[in-house]
């Protein structure tokens, strides 16, 4: 949907590991990304669902001045990261057919607003859920060997980094909008929860070659453009 984690928290996880990043700069031969809308470059634009940004003003400020599918009014984070270590100035979106395999080799994003790390998050708007991205990495992995070799593909995989943004819907669109998972879990327990699932994607990842992994946290949720919006009541009572 229409909203980001809080920006400066975002730019400040990337620009930490933007700084690692750099330092193997010329060593990472792509980016690899999967999440929701805060590293979606357009995969919801070719799914069924309403969760898209492909009206303006989003990406007013985009190389064009025209939506992409990015829930930015330019670029979003991962496409900074990899223009920073050296590799192309955006990540495309993999479901965007404009793009094939060439393009997928230096950098890709599977990630899909309004999802989560809990499947019954993805349900809520039919968007993408986590297993559903890794099983396009997968497919991504199928296309690269035969585009590029068996060995170089091997060595792709194994030298990329991977970056992981995702989370907040399952708080914000499930758990505290929907009696299901609040009726089985008390806070504490769905963060257990869902630590669990991300633990498991990881183990998953690793298996199938990735080496270089960022998961990144939650930020504060409460000043969110869609909280805000959905408490504005709640809000103008604090003042």
């Not at 479901?95 to 809520?124: C, E, H, K, Q, R």
Request: hydrophobic fraction near 40%.
């Amino acid at each position: 949907m229409g909203h980001l984690k809080s920006l400066f928290t975002l730019l400040f996880f990337f620009i930490i590991t933007t700084s690692l990043a750099v330092t193997f700069a010329g060593k990472i031969p792509a980016v690899i990304v999967f999440g929701d809308s805060t590293v979606d470059a357009g995969n919801n634009n070719y799914i069924p669902t309403v969760a898209r940004s492909n009206f303006e003003p989003y990406g007013r400020d985009f190389d064009g001045g025209k939506p992409t599918g990015r829930f930015c009014n330019g670029k979003i984070a991962t496409d900074f990261m990899s223009e920073a270590i050296g590799l192309k100035p955006t990540i495309p979106a993999y479901l965007d057919p404009s793009y094939n395999i060439s393009d997928f080799a230096t950098g890709v994003t599977f990630a899909s607003a309004a999802t989560g790390y809990d499947n019954a998050t993805s349900d809520v708007l039919s968007v993408l859920p986590l297993w559903k991205q890794l099983e396009y990495y997968k497919e991504y992995q199928t296309k690269l060997e035969a585009y590029q070799g068996k060995d170089q593909a091997t060595e792709t995989i194994t030298n990329s980094l991977y970056l992981i943004s995702i989370g907040t819907n399952d708080f914000l669109e499930n758990y505290f909008a929907f009696p299901g998972r609040s009726s089985q879990y008390s806070v504490d327990l769905y963060q257990d929860f869902l630590a669990g699932i991300a633990k498991d994607f990881v183990k998953k990842l690793h298996g199938l070659g990735a080496r270089k992994i960022s998961l990144g946290g939650l930020p504060p949720m409460g000043c969110m453009p869609l909280e805000r919006a959905t408490n504005l009541d709640l809000l103008l009572d604090l003042f």
